[in-house]
């Protein structure tokens, strides 16, 4: 689909910045793993910023496509973003100590990281949103605020690590990568292009769901063949 575009783009753009100019490091299979599954997690996080939930011009669907979408592939980011940390200390148990009050700062970070990635996910669902928000603009004001703060977050635990981008060119570059998916939607709010002639497409919302799908299990399997192969071929 034409909306896979985009991501594909983002992903290569990531991908220089994490893999290029640089000496991977090499581990078990499983942690190796698990720093795969950080790097589509914070893949998809970017992504999100870009499709928001707001119909777009391209794919001509309905609204309930990108809501869906936007819905579902947030599951699959937090998702990814459970597995990052549950395999991190399950390949490395001492990790655990660098969670507690007094860890490194980027440490920190990304256990704040994955309270708004829970709260993010959890509190877009109808059953609890309505609870908490009575209008929907104040969950959109709310619920952008913590993505925002999760891509903040992240991009400072990727660079405080120092395991994937150490270099300042690197560093830069991952900065500049997320400041620009973070202004995207406000671009797209100000800026909007006039509405296409026709009619959206309708009853696309299982569209979106086989989306989620593909994406999911590509990005689990990329995972996978990363921590078991990639990681030691791509190795020094």
Request: charged share 10%.
């Amino acid at each position: 689909m034409i909306i896979l575009l985009p991501l594909l783009v983002l992903c290569g753009l990531l991908v220089s910045v994490f893999f290029i100019g640089a000496d991977l490091p090499a581990n078990a299979p499983s942690w190796d793993g698990a720093m795969a599954c950080g790097f589509i997690a914070y893949v998809l996080v970017a992504f999100l910023f870009f499709l928001t939930g707001r119909p777009l011009r391209f794919p001509f669907n309905d609204g309930k496509f990108f809501t869906v979408a936007h819905r579902l592939l947030g599951c699959v980011a937090g998702g990814f973003i459970v597995l990052h940390v549950g395999l991190s200390l399950w390949a490395e148990p001492l990790t655990g100590r660098y969670l507690l009050p007094g860890g490194p700062g980027y440490m920190l970070a990304a256990l704040v990281g994955l309270l708004l990635a829970v709260l993010a996910v959890g509190l877009s669902f109808h059953a609890l949103r309505g609870r908490i928000w009575r209008k929907a603009a104040r969950f959109r004001q709310a619920h952008g605020l913590m993505a925002l703060v999760l891509l903040g977050t992240a991009s400072f635990h990727i660079t405080g690590a120092r395991l994937h981008v150490r270099a300042r060119e690197q560093m830069i570059a991952l900065s500049v990568i997320a400041a620009c998916c973070a202004a995207l939607p406000w671009v797209g709010r100000y800026g909007r292009l006039p509405r296409p002639a026709g009619h959206r497409r309708r009853h696309t919302a299982p569209v979106a769901v086989r989306l989620a799908m593909v994406v999911g299990g590509v990005s689990l399997g990329v995972c996978v063949l990363y921590g078991v192969r990639l990681s030691q071929w791509l190795a020094p």
